[in-house]
């Protein structure tokens, strides 16, 4: 019986190390492709196209639920891999209804910094969201990747083809078709012609999320 137990936490402990490794695996592609990014080796929409596929392969290893809504994630599922939270917070955003809400107590916050280069930075975040499902109302969380650029820039409004190309991704990411390959490159090129002319004129929003 003792030896059967200690072969289980042997094997508890294995999956949570093999876990932890994996997750380190992502976040350092992650920061890989933020440098290729700074040296010019890929461009800006390949990077948020990267960003999205390391997010989805986040969501998976830490057990995330709901794909369909994003991946949803619970308070020890990221206390387990992210460790300590960045800071604390009552504020929480209310999933369809659109708005905030002040909690009685405070619940954690996640903003930690992946790589800080010239250009850009990026942060892995997560922030309280209340969730509602079977008439049950849940903390949840999402996991967010912040690009943030060195140089402050006039804003654009681009965030919504940024959001159109990271749906796409996603649709993609889970759906490997010749169709939704196709959509995605078409609108993929469309996307970085219109970034490249802003650019030019120094006209590329200094904060987008991909999540």
């Given amino acids: 019986m003792k030896k059967e137990v200690v072969l289980i936490l042997c ?7 093999v ?10 592609k992650i920061t890989h492709y933020a440098e290729e990014y700074e040296t010019g080796n890929i461009n800006y929409i390949q990077l948020l196209l990267h960003a999205s596929s390391v997010k989805q392969n986040l969501n998976k290893l830490m057990g995330a639920t709901d794909m369909e809504y ?6 020890d599922q990221l206390k387990s891999f992210l460790g300590e939270p960045s800071e604390q917070t009552k ?7 659109e708005r905030e809400k002040r909690l009685d107590e405070e619940v954690p916050v996640w903003k930690t910094i992946l790589y800080d280069g010239k250009k850009i930075q990026v942060r892995i975040s997560a ?10 109302e849940s903390l949840i969380y999402r996991l967010n990747f ?3 650029f060195k140089k402050p820039k006039e804003d654009m409004n681009i965030k919504g083809k940024i959001n159109e190309i990271q749906d796409l991704a996603e649709i993609f990411n889970l759906n490997p078709s010749n169709e939704n390959a196709e959509n995605l490159a078409k609108e993929s090129v469309k996307a970085e012609k219109t970034f490249e ?15």
């Fill in 146 to 148: 912040e690009i943030n």
């Fill in 70 to 75: 994003g991946g949803l994630l619970e308070l």
């Fill in 91 to 97: 504020w929480v955003w209310v999933e369809k209804e």
């Fill in 197 to 211: 002319s802003y650019k030019i004129v120094g006209r590329i929003p200094t904060n987008l999320f991909v999540g």
């Fill in 19 to 28: 876990s932890a490794s994996s997750i380190d695996d992502e976040i350092q």
């Fill in 127 to 136: 922030f309280p969201s209340l969730f509602m499902k079977e008439d049950k």
């Fill in 11 to 17: 094997l508890l402990f294995l999956m949570q190390f």
